[in-house]
């Protein structure tokens, strides 16, 4: 049963397709705009492939749950759930999607490198031990909802890495290092009925003593999706912020008005010097940091020659 989807993530793509178009930008910034474009609707796209076969295979369960897309902040760490499928006996899946754009070798000792092929070959991040570092905050989520297993057992999390139907998987021998976890997209249903099967005679009658309604695993899932915190789809990191442009100083400061201006904030229009030796927002009127400031003073053409907090510099660029 899908309880929740992927969230839309389409106005970050267009915001960062629309800044690459940006002449305050520099080569730099518009290159990590380009990388970031690129990591994230290949992303979308792993996504979506790999919610396509775990959709099919569990869409007529009335033993299992899925939801896609979760995000969790808890003290202060954050968990990106991919896909999470939850059954009747509180065993939980955590499904990390990889759309690597290549080969992908791992060697004996769990370590992953993406081969792009003519000698260009790279480490990346071990997405099991990325899916653990989840499995820790979710653990935490559970403990606060106090979602158990009856006479109180803790569930029991298994990690799967799912990549493109067409990559190319160089393993290492399973006694060095089982990758029987990492699969492709395509055989998650494969892979979901050969796990059930390898359960055993001692794990059946344990999960039989801990089974619960599909209403509660119902339940469960909605308890979860509430604690559900969506990224900022249009947050930037300071880099991406244009640089300052070189104010031109009044010819002949021989007024009162120029007088004022040439004491204000180096960059800043003259029409908003008042404002902007205090960093004012014009909608609010909280007070904005010198950067959010400076954003709006280099582009009159979106906010009119005023300034304002980046929560209401959205309204004009989405």
């Not at 070959?121 to 559970?142: D, M, N, T, Y």
């Not at 803790?154 to 799967?160: L, Q, R």
Request: hydrophobic residues 35%.
């Amino acid at each position: 049963m899908l309880l929740k989807a992927a969230d839309d993530k389409s106005k970050r793509v267009r915001l960062l397709q629309t800044l690459q178009d940006s002449n305050t930008l520099n080569a730099s910034q518009k290159k990590w705009l380009r990388d970031e474009l690129m990591r994230l609707t290949k992303g979308i796209e792993g996504e979506r492939d790999s919610a396509y076969y775990i959709d099919g295979h569990f869409k007529d369960s009335k033993n299992h749950v899925v939801v896609h897309d979760l995000r969790f902040v808890v003290d202060d760490e954050v968990a990106q759930i991919d896909h999470l499928v939850i059954n009747r006996v509180l065993g939980i899946y955590l499904v990390e999607t990889k759309n690597y754009a290549c080969n992908l070798l791992i060697n004996e000792r769990g370590e992953f490198t993406a081969d792009y092929g003519r000698g260009q070959r790279f480490g990346v991040p071990s997405p099991l031990e990325q899916s653990k570092r989840h499995a820790r905050v979710l653990v935490k989520v559970l403990q606060r909802l106090e979602i158990t297993g009856r006479l109180n057992m803790e569930p029991e999390i298994h990690h799967v890495v799912m990549l493109h139907p067409k990559a190319i998987i160089q393993r290492p021998p399973r006694n060095t290092f089982d990758t029987g976890n990492i699969i492709k997209a395509d055989q998650f249903p494969a892979w979901h009925q050969s796990f059930v099967e390898s359960i055993g005679g001692g794990g059946l009658l344990k999960s039989m003593v801990n089974v619960r309604s599909p209403e509660t695993i119902t339940a469960w899932a909605e308890k979860l999706m509430r604690q559900h915190r969506p990224a900022d789809l249009l947050a930037l990191p300071e880099f991406i912020l244009p640089h300052e442009k070189t104010a031109v100083p009044p010819s002949r400061p021989n007024t009162a008005e120029s007088r004022s201006d040439a004491s204000a904030t180096p960059g800043t229009p003259p029409a908003q010097n008042a404002n902007a030796k205090h960093l004012i927002c014009a909608e609010c009127g909280s007070k904005i940091s010198f950067a959010e400031g400076k954003y709006c003073w280099n582009h009159p053409e979106l906010f009119g020659g005023q300034q304002y907090c980046r929560e209401h510099q959205r309204r004009f660029t989405v």
